[in-house]
């Protein structure tokens, strides 16, 4: 089984200040990680995947998140944020084959202050 | 291509009630899961439907259950609804088993 941990339910920010929300996870098994973003009233958009290979990956609209294995880590970054990014945002976890769906954390809401 | 749709978008039930709710999936999806969203306990999975089938399934009551059609498409149930049911129930499909693309839910109050 998995499990996701994010540290922070809110962080608030001024806008154009640098970000990070902290994920942490446990599991026995090797697993896909994912950043989620959901807007006021709307459902769940991917913003960024680890699979394998690199551990930085980075998502079109400037977040980035880096997978850290010894530190079972994976915080999402983002130099320079903008009111438009206020929403919560969710990390989430699923084993290769995809068996039990993901397992979410509880989300972090990020509020950008003018 | 069209997104997940869901329907209805909101809901309004009494205790001890059923409810229906519906997802199509992106064209070309095969495979829909089902997410209840509540504020005390987050995101939490129900259950996976692939090809007509359940593939997966989380640790929820029997009331909860769904059903997928030759299209793709795909219901849930719940019966004899209780007030903790009330939730934002998130439908996603896929084409891969690692990238979940969501619709925009169903906001089911139970009074």
Redesign the interface.
Known sequence: AQSVTQLDSQVPVFEEAPVELRCNYSSSVSV?LFW?VQYP??????LL?Y?SGSTLVESINGFEAEFNKSQTSFHLRKPSVHISDTAEY?C?V?P????????????THLIIQP | KAGVTQTPRYLIKTRGQQVTLSCSPISGHRSVSWYQQTPGQGLQFLFEYFSETQRNKGNFPGRFSGRQFSNSRSEMNVSTLELGDSALYLCASSLTRYEQYFGPGTRLTVT
């Open positions: 896909y989620y009233n709307q459902g769940l958009q991917l995947k699979l969710f989430a699923s290769p084959g995809g068996a039990d769906g993901l397992t979410f954390g509880k989300g």
